[in-house]
């Protein structure tokens, strides 16, 4: 008998996909290829608009537990230290937005959404298991597993990220590109700080070709820290085999003269690891996210550069819109129409963000004329430039489906 959903991919998106579904009733099956449910990373910052969706899941406590609520963002030179901009946080979010801003690591939101759909008799989570290629067959769909193993499904959600195999298939795609930024990423406990540097903020530097982000993660307990700049890895070079004496001199030469308390947070880092960031061109129509009884998901859709903070928020709501759809009984009998609504509805506001994503990075980055334009712009705006009242009222109540 055919289950009605699988899922490729057990990750952040593939485990809010799959809660979001069996919450409405749907059977689900979750794929992943590692024997282990895990997160690699750090930290990760949630607006208000991912917020809202973990507390209509009923996770609030547990991300509550494990989370910090910052009270600012400062924007400050990364060179000369000065302030640049400030947006209030904390209580002013909630006031403003009717949630909380959060930031936390990667790994308990994994951990809490896992919590989750291991509670729902509806999900059931496969181990050790990939997608191989997926046959639509009628209205519903084949799945073959790397094994040889073939599951039928009415619908198949891709969640199996930026070198999604779901998305090689359905459209076809060249691998993703490189953006020409590295992004070295770090913990350091907050105790091991001074006073200034374990503030309750999020802090962004800016300075030209660079800027580095910190804030508080599990509680305030530690600081998570990602500095990117611009470069590219050596051909055939493997981040991952660099020494962390490699990684942190690096660093430090690609900072330049920055300032005394930048240089500080960046040397208390005990330990780096280096990524290179990638993305896709921007969303050009729901095609882009659901053809028949498949449908991508976050970062196997719409990989972003990160700085707006939101792919990790972006896959949370294509979760959150796919089970609200699918909470209407009629709408699962026709898995077609519900993909093509929630493609509807997604792609747009997807690509909206991937666009100011990009262009921020050209706004953190920039030197000359364009920096001397960015400085006053946040000086003369305050918060009215740094606020995003249409992301963080989120997520939009998704289109009705239309039928066959």
């Not at 009717?98 to 939101?109: I, M, N, P, S, V």
Request: hydrophobic share 45%; glycine share 12%; proline share 6%.
């Amino acid at each position: 008998m055919n289950q009605q959903v699988i899922v490729a991919g057990g990750g952040i998106g593939g485990l809010a996909c799959a809660l979001a579904l069996s919450r409405a009733g749907v059977q689900v099956v979750v794929l992943e290829q590692a024997e282990a449910f895990g997160e690699v990373g750090a930290g990760l910052q949630l607006g208000p608009n991912a917020v809202r969706v973990l507390a209509e899941w009923g996770l609030m406590d547990a991300l509550q537990a494990c989370a910090a609520f910052p009270e600012a963002l400062r924007v400050r030179d990364a060179h000369q230290s000065r302030q640049l901009g400030h947006l209030r946080l904390g209580a002013m979010a909630l006031a403003r937005h009717g949630q909380h801003y959060a930031t936390l690591h990667r790994a308990d939101l994994h951990g809490l959404l896992l919590a989750a759909v291991r509670r729902r008799p509806e999900a059931r989570l496969m181990l050790g298991t990939r997608m191989a290629s997926f046959q639509v067959k009628g209205p519903g769909v084949q799945v073959t597993l790397d094994n040889g193993e073939v599951l039928g499904a009415d619908a198949l959600i891709g969640c199996d990220g930026l070198w999604s195999r779901v998305r090689g298939q359905l459209l076809g795609d060249q691998p993703p590109r490189a953006t020409g930024h590295l992004a070295y990423r770090g913990l350091v406990r907050a105790v091991d700080l001074p006073a200034p540097l374990r503030a309750n903020v999020v802090t962004a530097w800016l300075g030209p070709r660079l800027h580095v982000v910190h804030y508080p993660v599990k509680q305030g307990d530690w600081i998570n820290v990602v500095a990117v700049v611009e470069g590219t890895l050596a051909p055939g070079g493997d981040p991952h085999g660099w020494t962390h004496a490699a990684h942190a001199a690096d660093l430090r030469r690609a900072l330049g003269p920055a300032c005394g308390e930048l240089l500080a947070m960046i040397a208390a880092v005990p330990e780096w690891t280096l990524w290179p960031l990638h993305d896709r061109a921007c969303l050009r129509g729901a095609h882009e996210q659901a053809q028949g009884p498949v449908a991508l998901l976050g970062d196997a859709a719409h990989p972003m550069r990160p700085y707006l903070a939101q792919g990790a928020a972006m896959a949370i709501e294509d979760a959150w819109t796919l089970g609200q759809l699918a909470q209407a009984p009629a709408a699962q009998s026709d898995w077609h129409g519900l993909l093509a609504a929630y493609a509807r509805t997604r792609w747009r506001r997807n690509a909206r963000v991937q666009q100011i994503s990009q262009r921020n990075g050209t706004v953190f980055h920039a030197h000359g004329a364009l920096r001397w334009a960015r400085d006053r712009a946040m000086g003369l705006l305050g918060e009215r430039l740094l606020d995003n009242t249409w992301l963080y009222d989120g997520p939009p109540e998704p289109e009705p489906v239309t039928g066959p």
